[in-house]
């Protein structure tokens, strides 16, 4: 059986309300008040809320329609990826200049591995004065936790939020994560709370005590992982951050070709389908490549830098838009390639201020096709 290991100093850093924060840098006068990040037409979905907001029962991916209902008061907001992708960038490297060993896990959400530390400067102490640099030179408020583990550090920021910090010692995670609501654990989406709930286990204690044969029979292999993150127990390594993660996949032709409509179908092909695998593991790209290899074996590339996302229509219009200031016209082309690189963790719909509800599930919708029968079973008509 797994144990946390005494040993490790694990911090969790989430910057609260990072689009709400972002846009009241440069509107403080809307300090205080209802702020909604979003489409603010009836179809459109919302991304973020400031508190303010959430008091009515606002909360991102909510339709705008039950937004504008719950909060009519509400101020709208257009977002705007590339702002908040710069903020994001800014905080990385501040992070990244100071930190040992550190995860972004997602535009605005980072790990710390900072085991050992303790010797010298006292962990706590140390993230904390982190934290308060970050805000120094940022301006954006930043909550963090520290305990044994991932599982219990996450689960703790989002208890002290806004601009809290806390420490769960060792040895004290099951005792701190007992009276939450299952929710609470990180893995556990509303399907399998609304299951655990109707067989009487509300909170995370009842289901730590629960022998794991019983869960296992409940949920299969993954119950093992759920009953070790009731228990606060949690071995999963920080991985190191590392701009140079990237996805491609290139297309030779049989024959060299200079016909710019069936380049264009080929690009939008593979963006499609590197799209998809962001998505299935939920990814998100800051920078679009494309190669060019003439019938001459001159290769040339050329990279541009974008807001995060993971949006196929984005990373169509982005890429197409690479290639024609690449591409020498007329020239006969051997291979094309589209690389996707400076990859983050985060959700599909943060990138997408504009869509409505149906255009969400319809690509949720798509994607299990897909996921079910292949990436090649649909896409678009070119």
Not at 64 to 71: E, T, V, Y
Not at 92 to 97: H, L, P, R, V, Y
Request: proline share 4%.
């Amino acid at each position: 059986m797994k144990q946390n290991d005494p040993n490790r100093n694990i911090v969790h850093m989430d910057l609260d309300s990072f689009y709400i924060s972002v846009e009241l840098l440069e509107k403080p006068e809307l300090r205080g008040k209802p702020l909604i990040v979003g489409g603010s037409s009836d179809r459109g979905v919302v991304a973020s809320c400031s508190y303010e907001a959430r008091k009515f029962g606002v909360h991102s991916a909510m339709s705008s329609k039950i937004a504008k209902r719950l909060c009519p008061q509400a101020i709208w907001l257009k977002g705007d990826m590339e702002k908040y992708s710069k903020y994001s960038n800014i905080v990385t490297e501040i992070i990244e200049a100071k930190a040992p060993l550190f995860e972004k896990s997602s535009v605005d959400e980072f790990y710390l591995d900072v085991s050992g530390m303790d010797k010298f400067f006292g962990c706590f102490k140390w993230t904390n004065e982190l934290k308060q640099h970050i805000m120094k030179e940022t301006g954006l408020p930043i909550s963090f936790a520290l305990s044994a583990n991932k599982t219990v550090s996450k689960i703790a920021t989002d208890e002290v939020k806004p601009n809290g910090q806390i420490h769960i010692p060792f040895g004290t995670e099951k005792a701190f994560l007992a009276p939450m609501p299952v929710r609470k654990i990180p893995m556990v989406g509303p399907k399998t709370a609304e299951h655990l709930n109707s067989l009487g286990i509300m909170e995370v204690g009842t289901l730590a005590q629960m022998s794991i044969e019983k869960i296992k029979s409940l949920f299969g292999e993954n119950g093992i992982t759920l009953w070790e993150r009731a228990n606060g127990i949690d071995d999963s390594p920080v991985e190191p951050y590392s701009e140079r993660k990237s996805i491609s996949n290139e297309t030779t032709f049989e024959a060299d070709s200079a016909d710019v409509k069936m380049l264009h179908s080929t690009i939008i092909k593979m963006v499609e389908g590197l799209a998809f695998s962001l998505r299935k593991e939920n990814l998100l790209t800051g920078c679009v490549a494309i190669k060019i290899k003439y019938s001459d074996f001159e290769v040339h590339t050329k990279q541009i830098s974008i807001p995060y996302t993971s949006n196929d229509e984005v990373l169509i219009a982005k890429a197409k838009e690479c290639f024609e200031k690449l591409y020498e016209k007329r020239r006969m082309i051997r291979l094309i390639g589209v690389r996707f690189t400076n990859l983050v963790h985060g959700n599909y719909q943060i990138s997408l201020f504009d869509d409505t509800v149906k255009k969400i599930n319809f690509y949720e919708a798509l994607d299990k096709v897909r996921m079910k029968y292949g990436d090649d079973i649909a896409g678009r008509a070119v």
